[in-house]
């Protein structure tokens, strides 16, 4: 029932508008809002930035056409959004690869630290959380929303080194969030048995008097670091738990055994990761799922697309280069072939216990740390929407003028209802949402 709808009733009732409150959650009335339809989102990664001739289509509205690299994805044009021109204004410590990546989806600045890259200033995490991880906690603060994981994070190559050109989710200030390369952990995590499971839910329990005789002799910061990890050993504790409760809709995909963790086997790790990523949706295990491509300065050799060039080292060459440009444009074309798999993957699953598919309620965005290799440009960020579920107007390609990437964030969470005010640096969000609708 709007808001017409329910003014009328309350006038032929003769009631004040002032009981509206009181009686909008009563089922019987009708008068509570109609259910949000189910929402997911994907952020999909991959590094070293793009080749702008190649990548950005030249027209804008409805009538667009999509370059070499964009071209797997002309079945589902119509489902897509082409942001051109969103740029990463986030400053201070650090390199462009490392704010690229840490700040891609926390669009707030890293805080000091002792990592040194490219620049003057090293830097260290970054200084607030990830979008990805601020709507995972918005849908899990929510019963209808909330699920076991709250959101999945998917790596296909990403190395075991942590700091700020691996990670792009962030769970809080200083909290990276390691997304797991290896499928078969992945699988582990998402259907296996916890072995020792009476053993780790007592582990508390057991050390409780031995925590609050430390409590009192720690700091605040070493007492706020002690929680975090209680909590953390309580999260698991409950997915344990969840997971004997989750009756699974389907079956878990079969993987391929013996597929190692290794740089030539990533075409086949990064259908098993979809494939899980896909399931796990269907199982509503998460809403919110990441998938990240290797990591910033990835050096990775595409050696199954006859490509012996480590990826970072290809991105640095000229312009005038045209071997790199042909290189280059062929390995961005095939992460938007892993896209297109998802896509298909998405709109070929009916979704469960409603009408269309899943990717009539999945958003996913594709996106990159630089806008340009060569130049390390935080300009023009690669930026591409495809699929449903959050009110957009998609079949579009968009030019806007070095809009900050918060904006864009900010698009996102409305979407879903979370109504924040800003997101990362506040200053960024001046201009409130982008508006895409």
């Known amino acids: 029932m709007n808001a017409i709808h329910r003014r009328q009733f309350i006038k032929s009732v003769g009631l004040s508008a002032a009981s509206l409150p009181f009686l909008i959650g009563l089922p019987s009335l009708g008068l509570a809002a109609p259910a949000r339809p189910r929402q997911r989102l994907v952020v999909m990664f991959s590094p070293n930035g793009t080749i702008p001739p190649n990548f950005w289509p030249d027209e804008t509205g409805a009538d667009f056409k999509l370059k070499e690299i964009l071209s797997p994805l002309e079945p589902f044009k119509n489902r897509m959004l082409v942001l051109n021109g969103l740029a990463n204004k986030v400053r201070g410590d650090g390199d462009n690869h490392m704010r690229g990546m840490s700040c891609l989806l926390t669009a707030i600045e890293l805080f000091p630290g002792n990592i040194q890259g490219g620049s003057d200033t090293p830097a260290g995490w970054a200084s607030g959380i990830s979008i990805d991880q601020e709507i995972k906690n ?115 995909p079969a993987l391929q055994d013996g597929i190692a963790d290794q740089n030539d086997n990533v075409p086949r790790l990064s259908r098993m990761q979809i494939d899980l990523l896909v399931n796990s949706f269907v199982n509503d295990m998460a809403r919110v799922a990441t998938l990240q491509y290797t990591k910033s300065v990835g050096m990775a050799r595409m050696n199954w697309l006859d490509i012996r060039d480590g990826h970072h080292s290809l991105s640095h060459e000229p312009d005038k280069n045209e071997d790199a440009v042909t290189k280059l444009t062929k390995i961005n074309k095939w992460f938007c072939g ?100």
């Not at 009476?198 to 910061?221: F, P, T």
């Not at 896209?339 to 309620?361: A, C, F, I, Q, W």
């Not at 957009?392 to 003028?401: A, I, N, P, V």
Request: net charge neutral.
């Open 138 to 252: 918005y849908f899990q603060s929510r019963e209808e929303t909330r699920t076991r994981f709250g959101s999945l994070e998917f790596g296909v190559g990403v190395t075991d080194r942590a700091d700020p050109w691996t990670r792009m989710s962030y769970a809080g200030p200083n909290q990276p969030v390691a997304p797991i390369s290896d499928p078969y952990q992945m699988y582990q995590k998402l259907y296996g048995q916890m072995k020792d499971k009476e053993s780790l839910q007592s582990i508390l329990d057991d050390v409780q008097d031995d925590l609050k005789k430390v409590r009192k002799i720690i700091s605040a910061e070493d007492r706020r670091l002690l929680e975090e990890h209680q909590s953390l050993v309580r999260q698991m504790e409950k997915e344990i738990t969840d997971a004997g409760k989750q009756k699974l809709r389907v079956d878990p």
């Open 338 to 437: 892993e896209l297109r798999y998802l896509v298909e993957k998405l709109s070929t699953t009916p979704e469960p216990g409603s009408s269309g598919t899943m990717l009539d309620n999945t958003l996913i965005v594709w996106t990159n740390e630089l806008g340009k290799g060569n130049s390390h440009t935080l300009n023009n960020i690669p930026f591409v929407l495809i699929g449903g579920g959050f009110g957009f107007q998609m079949g579009r390609s968009l030019k806007f003028e070095g809009t900050p990437h918060n904006r864009l964030h900010l698009a996102l969470a409305h979407a879903v209802g979370h109504k924040i005010p800003t997101f990362g640096k506040a200053a960024l969000c001046e201009a409130g949402p982008l508006v895409l609708s």
